[in-house]
């Protein structure tokens, strides 16, 4: 399939193994501490029940530290049953799996309704498990190497080892990638771009209405931008901001919106940082984020919006055999760091 930058994400990505230490840097180790690791455990205070929307809620694992039980890391997924997740289990064992099969009724795991793309899957976890939600939540797709990871070899294992748990915990919500190329720093223009409509999928057009509805009161901004493409992590606390009543109106919406499936999952996409507490336009500049995002603080960045560590590709599928067979069914090496 040839690239297009606005194609959804649901298309099947070839996937390959390959074999990567898991040693990770921090913005911490210049300072002598031990290079940190996701997915390692994190001693924290132990949490309490309270109540929360009139919702009774476990409270977790404090931020502050103290003796008590690690924290809770989870991968939320959205998958095709034809998608192999095993790459997850296999790699990062210590971590929760919640993946969900969007076009299998039957599976465990499953939504009402396969609308919207993976936002339908990260409300629907939201929703379901509001009462007790893991402290660290990922938000991602399914397979290992896809396109949009922010990686020189597309490979979703090195840029999941490598994401800073540290951060995250300080932050609250920290978008999966940290490349301008799709999203940043101009995605879409809802009052200018109001009505019109692409060949591509754009949501400019309908972005408009649709934030009236999802942010009512709210006043609509210029400017949206944000980093593709739906990955992103965000923290018990921050999710639990708002009350689960506010993620089932949100689900209703995307339920009932006469939009197209790709223009509502867009619509979305480019939400999520919002309803997380950031700006309307959330592009920090490359070289910080990839310091503090994956512990990548050597780059040598050219500008703000690239550090030469993702590549747009040409083509949304990558080719068969890939990371070791190229574009032109030529051999290829690795083009990133072995971590």
């Known amino acids: 399939m040839l690239f297009h930058p606005r194609i959804g994400l649901w298309g099947h990505e070839t996937e390959t193994e390959a074999h990567i230490p898991a040693p990770v840097l921090t913005e911490d180790t210049a300072k002598g ?11 924290d205070g132990a949490g309490k029940v309270t109540v929360v929307d009139g919702v009774k809620v476990d409270g977790g694992e404090s931020l502050k530290g103290g003796k008590g039980k690690a924290r809770r890391t989870a991968v939320v997924v959205a998958s095709q049953k034809s998608e192999n997740t095993t790459w997850l289990e296999e790699h990062f064992p210590q971590w929760e799996k919640f993946i969900y099969h969007v076009d299998d009724a039957t599976a465990e795991l499953t939504v009402v309704k396969n609308k919207g793309r993976e936002s339908m ?48 915990e300080r932050e609250g919500y920290v978008n999966i990638r940290c490349a301008w190329s799709l999203g940043c720093p101009a995605e879409i223009k809802p009052l200018a771009e109001e009505g019109e409509h692409r060949d591509d999928v754009h949501a400019g057009g309908d972005y408009k209405k649709a934030f009236q509805v999802l942010f009512p009161g709210r006043e609509v901004p210029q400017v949206v931008g944000v980093s593709c493409c739906a990955q992103f992590a965000a923290t018990r606390e921050k999710v639990r901001e708002s009350s689960r009543e506010e993620y089932v109106r949100l ?26 507490g950031k700006n309307a336009v959330h592009c920090p500049a490359a070289k910080e984020c990839y310091c503090k995002v994956f512990g990548l603080c050597n780059l040598d960045c050219k500008d703000e919006s690239s550090c030469g560590h993702y590549i747009l590709p040409p083509f949304s599928s990558l080719p068969e055999g890939w990371p070791y067979v190229g574009w032109d069914k030529e051999q290829r090496s690795r083009a990133g760091a072995v971590d």
Request: proline share 6%; glycine share 4%.
């Open 251 to 276: 689900r209703k919406w995307l339920l009932e919106t006469d939009l197209d499936d790709s223009i509502s999952g867009r619509v979305l996409e480019y939400s999520w940082h919002m309803i997380f």
């Open 33 to 43: 501490a031990t290079p940190a690791q996701s997915g390692d455990k994190q001693e």
């Open 121 to 168: 899957v990260y409300l629907t976890f939201i929703i379901d498990n509001y009462a007790k939600l893991p402290d660290n939540i990922l938000f991602i797709h399914p397979t290992r190497y896809q396109w949009h990871n922010d990686d020189l070899d597309y490979d979703g294992l090195p840029m999941l080892r490598r994401f800073q748990l540290p951060y995250l």
